[in-house]
């Protein structure tokens, strides 16, 4: 069984703050899972995140992190804020890196993890086996990014 850490519950940073909304203990596709609310300093909702915590087949191409910003908060790298927060909680479980991926059309969410500084691994195919493969999907961008140790 999966042990989630309850220090992690809420993570504040200078530009935004999180607050968990779903522990997910994972399962045999899904790898365990915090899911938070993206708040702004003014106590706005402008998103959501997730870390996904561990390794699968899955995680290479769906990656370690998602992130998703309601349109009209968008430009103000939230995600990027928000994704620095989670990356504590990814290396307080020991993980050593993180693969952030993005669909090759996707310009913002590609800006936000190269400003991570995360390394582009390649330009894949998504595999047909892969639980989130649909015809007609598109090639994601698969980018490694090392973590410091706790």
């Keep these: 069984m999966f042990k989630f850490f309850d220090c992690f519950d809420a993570l504040s940073g200078p530009n935004i703050d999180l607050a968990v909304i779903e522990k997910h203990p994972g399962d045999a596709l899904m790898l365990p899972f915090y899911y938070y609310d993206m708040i702004d300093k003014s106590g706005n909702i402008v998103g959501k995140i997730s870390i996904r915590i561990g390794d699968n087949y899955n995680s290479y191409y769906n990656g370690h992190i998602g992130f998703e910003v309601r349109e009209s908060?968008?430009?103000?790298?939230?995600?990027?804020?928000?994704?620095?927060?989670?990356?504590r909680v990814a290396a307080a479980h020991g993980m050593e890196r993180v693969y952030v991926t993005c669909a090759e059309s996707n310009c913002a969410s590609r800006k936000i993890i190269e400003k991570l500084n995360?390394?582009?691994v390649e330009i894949a195919e998504i595999p047909k086996d892969c639980f989130?493969?649909?015809?007609?999907?598109?090639?994601?961008?698969?980018?490694?990014?090392?973590?410091e140790k706790t």
């Design 73 to 87: 908060f968008r430009g103000n790298n939230y995600s990027l804020h928000a994704s620095k927060l989670v990356l």
């Design 118 to 120: 995360a390394r582009l």
């Design 132 to 147: 989130f493969w649909r015809d007609g999907i598109e090639a994601y961008c698969i980018y490694a990014l090392p973590l």
